[in-house]
């Protein structure tokens, strides 16, 4: 024990029992350094400075260590701490400078200068010279120009003051004279690291990519602690497209520093080249969060939310591309793109009226977009975006005007395809949209003509083929639309259309086993083809040989299973075999990223059929989630919304519609049916007359307009509409409505006339409107409306509404029994109809039943709260001596017609 204590105690005191002096462990980091050995130096200076920390050449031999190593604030902090000892100054000062070079701190450079003058003229050259290359790199040329000359009144020129001259010249483009001064620096002192850096920043400006890789990887190497260097070679390497080099060295600097803002950016680059969008959308979007402005990264960001389908986070990266620049065309494009795809259509199309075209892929763009904006509903804007591509562009977007104009029934159309077609005769797409026009105008023989005169310059054209088979097919000339056919699989066998448009032929011929086998084929060689899969299952249901495809299908999806196009042939083979829940599992596979318009209405369809009617309903929502610019899908929710009795949801959402797909005939229609379903008839009839002309003459049109007229009992106009879709779409249907205007203006006679004049015309087609007349003569004239019901009744002996009506006739006539009997077949046909049970429980009372009869209207009464009903009910109620009930039942009556104001004065005055 007291050895140890004795020696703790000189330890303590003499440092002599405890290892190493300080001067030893700094005599041995000397010559581990000698040897190149920097760790073992390292350990052996931390020793030093732990037994002696006031050991000045300790501190400055591990500050020069660190500042090899590129761990600058480490080697500040310690060349610091040796100029404060007393370090030698002359050796010192440049490797502090250097330190602060490396950090940006160019003031606390000139400080070193001043503050510790005199230096040997070498070094105080260098000092200035590196305090030149601070300013250099901090954009300050002037000021670098000034440091520079002062160091070359010295009289001396050094590394440092070299590698400034080499960094004024680049700055004015003499790159050949920066290069050549910085190929024999590199050879005079191969590891000084600043040397390195600058020949990659110089090769870099010049776009020298492989040297600027080649000498950022030498500082690296030099100066593995340096992140910034690191920084640099990874910019090189991504500019060099090495992405998997560069990606480790990204990883490095963002381990140590995750939000780093340009490690993220090229981490995000990098991510994006190898089409790993979700990656690249989140790491550019926490470069963007702190506090990059970079377009290219907001470009990534942008593109990959695209491709994510995550279209509003892309359209706000998008925006600010274009804002900052307008004549980006990929941001451009993809804007305006990505604004179609979330339904912001009018602010997609004042976008590319305010861009400006400059080539062909640009006005190809424009026409591409000016079709789909037709197919929405918007023809002027669609035109207007055409004729824009076509004053641009070359001959195909003419053409692509031309048709468009046809396709508006425009036929200005024409002499601009003709136009196109002299200018280039072999213009095939100008020739097609000509020759579909007349073909639609009914010349059927002249087009033929025209593409067999076609065909006899370009025998070969396939899209010419095609148009000519299948005019052909259509005429029921299955030969001749064979061989035209078969002449493009002369030149091309495997030619898929073709194929299959021959197997059709051949089904229509009978020959459907040839037509199975083609069909085969062209599934065979394109497992994902869903045209191939629909012919081949119809051939093969014909042969009853569905299970040979669905075993096909089954391979193919082992050989891909990944495949959706698969999986949807699967879906629909089971579908075709009534299998719903099979088919609903195999779509539920496809995710909502994947999935397009046709699988999602094949999935809510299949939820619909199967009885799940809430499931079908989220599809559909979740679907024009997916698909803003879906017509069908809009269809869908409006028509759920309708189902379950939420008008004012199916309003909102067909108003929504009506205004993104303007000239959409088809949903203003559902607009106007929609809003008067929910009693609003001006706004229907506002709704209405937004259609085109032709279409408020169609029978749905003018129905609904009566409609509409018969809501407002405007009965004259009424009369004026239904006459006009009665005389042009005669039906039951559309007399009805007729009769209903005729007795709505108090003119039964009229209406009595027209069922009589439509019955004899018409004879048994009419027979429906028996009823309607019967119904009319009840009041004019009983007798006949007692024969028309007994005539009714020998056709149709169950017919409810018959029995019901002759049982009023004859209790009409005061015969009560004979009215019972009637009633009493009705109310067994059907129970649960009140006025059934109303005209039951009445002609049980009128026959002396009053009991019976007080039972049974209360259940007419507790089925429908009808003033006619509630005032039989309690005529019943009065006769059983029920009358303070039957009091609270008159209590309870409203809005009463004045025959039904006088039945309830005589009831009042009965309980009385």
């Not at 040897?35 to 400055?60: F, G, H, P, T």
């Not at 040796?82 to 000139?110: C, F, M, V, W």
């Not at 994510?308 to 793109?337: C, F, I, M, W």
Request: charged content about 20%.
């Amino acid at each position: 024990m007291k050895k140890i204590f004795l020696c703790t105690a000189l330890a303590l005191t003499l440092n002599a029992c405890g290892g190493d002096s300080a001067q030893e462990h700094l005599a041995k980091a000397q010559n581990y350094l000698k040897e190149n050995q920097q760790n073992a130096a390292v350990i052996e200076l931390k020793n030093a400075i732990k037994k002696d920390a006031n050991l000045a050449q300790a501190r400055l031999e591990l500050g020069e260590i660190y500042l090899d190593r590129g761990n600058y604030p480490a080697a500040a902090k310690e060349l610091e701490r040796a100029k404060d000892l007393g370090a030698n100054k002359q050796r010192l000062a440049p490797l502090l400078a250097r330190t602060y070079l490396n950090q940006g701190q160019s003031e606390q450079i000139a400080e070193l200068i001043n503050n510790n003058r005199p230096f040997d003229i070498e070094v105080e050259t260098e000092l200035l010279a590196i305090h030149a290359l601070s300013l250099f790199r901090n954009g300050q040329i002037d000021e670098a120009q000034l440091s520079l000359n002062q160091a070359q009144e010295l009289g001396y020129e050094g590394t440092y003051s070299r590698m400034v001259k080499a960094s004024l010249s680049a700055a004015n483009n003499e790159f050949n004279a920066a290069n050549q001064t910085l190929e024999q620096l590199s050879q005079e002192a191969p590891n000084n690291t600043d040397i390195w850096l600058l020949k990659g920043h110089l090769a870099s400006m010049s776009n020298d990519n492989v040297n600027a890789v080649e000498a950022y990887r030498k500082a690296v190497e030099l100066a593995p602690d340096a992140s910034q260097y690191t920084l640099y070679l990874a910019q090189a390497l991504v500019k060099n497209k090495q992405f998997s080099e560069a990606e480790p060295y990204l990883d490095r600097i963002l381990q140590i520093a995750p939000n780093h803002m340009l490690s993220n950016q090229l981490k995000a680059y990098i991510r994006f080249q190898s089409e790993d969008y979700e990656q690249a959308f989140n790491i550019a979007t926490k470069a963007l969060q702190n506090g990059s402005n970079n377009t290219a990264t907001q470009l990534v960001a942008g593109i990959s939310a695209y491709k994510l389908q995550k279209y509003q986070q892309a359209l706000t990266q998008l925006e600010r591309v274009v804002s900052k620049e307008p004549q980006n065309a990929l941001a451009q494009r993809l804007y305006v793109t990505t604004q179609f795809r979330i339904g912001h259509l009018d602010d997609a199309f004042n976008q590319l009226n305010q861009d400006s075209v400059s080539d062909n892929q640009d006005s190809d763009f424009l026409s591409t977009v000016s079709l789909q904006l037709n197919r929405l509903g918007r023809p002027a804007e669609a035109l207007q975006i055409a004729e824009k591509a076509a004053n641009v562009g070359g001959l195909s977007e003419k053409a692509k005007l031309g048709l468009l104009k046809l396709k508006q029934d425009d036929p200005s159309g024409v002499p601009l395809l003709q136009q196109v077609l002299e200018e280039s005769p072999n213009h095939a797409q100008a020739f097609l949209g000509l020759q579909t026009y007349y073909y639609q105008q009914g010349q059927q023989q002249q087009v033929l003509q025209a593409l067999d005169e076609w065909l006899a310059k370009h025998p070969s054209e396939q899209s010419v083929l095609l148009f000519k088979g299948a005019i052909l097919e259509q005429l029921e000339r299955y030969d001749e639309a064979l061989a035209s056919y078969q002449a493009i699989l002369k030149n091309n066998p495997k030619d898929i259309i073709a194929l299959l448009f021959s197997s059709s032929i051949y089904a229509q011929k009978g020959q459907l086993e040839k037509a199975y086998q083609i069909a085969l084929e062209v599934k065979q060689q394109q497992p994902d083809n869903l045209r191939a899969f629909e012919f081949l299952l119809n051939f093969a249901t014909q042969l009853d040989r569905s299970q040979e495809v669905k075993t096909l299908i089954d391979e193919q999806l082992k050989a891909s299973p990944d495949s959706v196009l698969l999986i949807e042939q699967q879906a629909r083979y089971f579908l075709s075999n009534q299998d719903l829940a099979s088919a609903i599992e195999r779509l539920e596979q496809i995710s909502p990223l994947q999935r397009d318009d046709r699988v999602w209405q094949l999935l809510g369809d299949s939820y619909l059929e199967s009885g799940q009617s809430e499931q079908a309903a989220l599809t559909y929502r979740s679907w024009l989630d997916n698909s803003p610019l879906s017509l069908a899908a809009y269809i869908k929710n409006i028509h759920q919304h309708e189902l379950k009795g939420e008008l004012t949801e199916a309003i909102s959402l067909s108003e929504q519609a009506v205004k993104l797909f303007k000239n959409n005939q088809r949903l203003i229609f559902v607009h106007s049916v929609l809003l008067l379903k929910a009693g609003q008839a001006q706004a229907s009839q506002e709704a209405l007359n937004q259609l085109n002309a032709r279409q408020q003459q169609t029978p749905a049109a003018l129905q609904q307009q009566g409609y509409i007229y018969l809501v407002q009992q405007n009965w004259d106009s009424a009369i004026t509409t239904l006459e006009q879709l009665y005389q042009n779409y005669p039906s039951t249907q559309t007399a009805n409505l007729l009769i209903r205007a005729y007795k709505g203006a108090g003119d039964n006679a009229k209406a009595i006339a027209f069922i009589e004049a439509a019955i004899e015309k018409y004879q048994d087609a009419a027979n429906p409107l028996k009823l309607q007349l019967a119904e009319l003569q009840m009041q004019a004239n009983p007798q006949q409306a007692l024969a028309e019901y007994q005539n009714i009744l020998q056709q149709e002996p169950n017919n409810i509404i018959a029995l019901n009506n002759l049982a009023w006739i004859y209790h009409d006539m005061g015969e009560f029994d004979e009215a019972l009997s009637y009633a009493k077949q009705a109310h067994e046909l059907n129970p649960n109809i009140a006025q059934v049970k109303d005209s039951y429980g009445y002609m049980l009372l009128k026959s002396g039943n009053s009991a019976e009869a007080a039972t049974v209207l209360e259940q007419s009464y507790l089925l429908q709260n009808d003033n006619e009903i509630a005032l039989h009910f309690v005529e019943a109620l009065i006769t059983n001596q029920q009358t303070e009930k039957a009091q609270q039942v008159l209590n309870n009556l409203q809005e009463l017609n004045p025959e039904q104001l006088n039945k309830k004065a005589e009831l009042e005055a009965l309980l009385n």
